[in-house]
């Protein structure tokens, strides 16, 4: 089974009308142990447990906070001179894996795999920079109506210890009605353990 691993992907945020910097938002991904039930030669199946660290970084003076009701929301905020705003959700990770492998000599350490990664979030938080005539102030908003519980469908290849991965989460980061309907998705590659 080829999860257990070290990885960083591109993250995106599917649905978000403010600009996210898509260049410095990533995902950190940190996969320590994985359980393999072989279904037959070539097939397996696995579960396993790991971390992911979540950065989104906004461009302009976009931030996301609660509104004066609790509700989450991205605030545009034209009044302030934003250095920087970002949001950073840490996660728990158990997938659920059907991975296939080559049987032949030529392409025996290439696989595919699918499944889905269950989320436990750990914490969710925003950090803004503003730029002020005294200095640098920094705000901190934490909870922000993350989800607790999330699931996100991925996709792995690679040959030996280096895959490529693609991932998408079909339900929105923050819980119905108590924030915006942002669904991440992102691109990225792992090293195997």
Do not use: C
Not at 29 to 52: C, E, Q, R, T
């Amino acid at each position: 089974m080829h999860w257990t691993g070290f990885g960083v992907s591109l993250a995106y945020l599917n649905g978000l009308s403010a600009g996210v910097n898509q260049g410095t938002s990533t995902y950190i991904h940190l996969n320590l142990m994985d359980y393999v039930i072989p279904i037959s030669k070539n097939f397996l199946f696995g579960a396993g447990l790991g971390f992911d660290w979540q950065k989104y970084k906004f461009k302009g003076n976009v931030s996301l906070r609660n509104d004066d009701n609790g509700i989450t929301q991205f605030l545009f905020d034209n009044g302030r001179n934003y250095k920087s705003s970002r949001f950073r959700i840490y996660h728990i990770v158990m997938p659920l894996i059907f991975e296939y492998q080559t049987g032949s000599r030529r392409f025996r350490d290439f696989f595919v795999q699918a499944g889905v990664e269950m989320l436990i979030k750990t914490s969710a938080s925003t950090k803004i920079e503003v730029q002020t005539d005294n200095g640098i102030k920094t705000e901190r908003h934490v909870g922000l109506n993350a989800s607790t519980l999330n699931a996100r469908l991925m996709l792995r290849t690679g040959f030996n210890n280096f895959s490529f991965m693609a991932f998408f989460q079909p339900v929105s980061i923050f819980k119905n009605n108590y924030g915006p309907d942002v669904k991440p998705y992102g691109i990225g590659f792992m090293l195997d353990f």
